[in-house]
């Protein structure tokens, strides 16, 4: 059994394989899962966790060279936007819109489903080397 880090084991898993440049999704409860692309859904009941456990976890595992999120999170979320911009203060952040954003869901190596209920609380963390 692990001592620290992610226990979950599907989640440990994927964030060992990932390469440079691999993506992965941390979503909210409603974002659509692409046909072939992995989900470990982790919501249990609305809320929990929450969009911001996970990140904080997965942030603590994972080289992230790049974080991605939807344009119109700024003003559908603000709360969440400050919470991604104030996590990932020295990291490359792009905005592109909601629809773009899903379309790039497609490449992802898994997508992380949360209980998260609030409007397009969803990320994509672009994994980076620590080299």
Not at 18 to 29: C, E, K, Q, S
Not at 69 to 81: G, H, I, W
Request: hydrophobic share 40%.
């Amino acid at each position: 059994m692990k001592r620290t880090g992610i226990l979950n084991s599907h989640i440990s898993k994927i964030l060992s394989d990932l390469g440079h440049t691999d993506m992965i999704v941390i979503a909210d409860a409603g974002l659509p899962v692409p046909d072939g692309v992995v989900k470990v859904d982790l919501a249990l009941k609305r809320g929990t966790p929450s969009f911001k456990e996970v990140v904080d976890v997965i942030r603590e595992d994972m080289i992230i060279e790049k974080v991605i999120m939807a344009s119109e999170l700024v003003e559908r979320n603000p709360k969440t936007f400050e919470y991604l911009n104030k996590t990932f203060l020295n990291t490359n952040v792009e905005r592109v819109t909601h629809e773009q954003f899903k379309t790039l869901t497609q490449q992802a190596k898994v997508i992380i489903r949360t209980g998260e209920v609030t409007p397009f609380a969803n990320c994509i963390l672009q994994s980076g080397v620590f080299f």
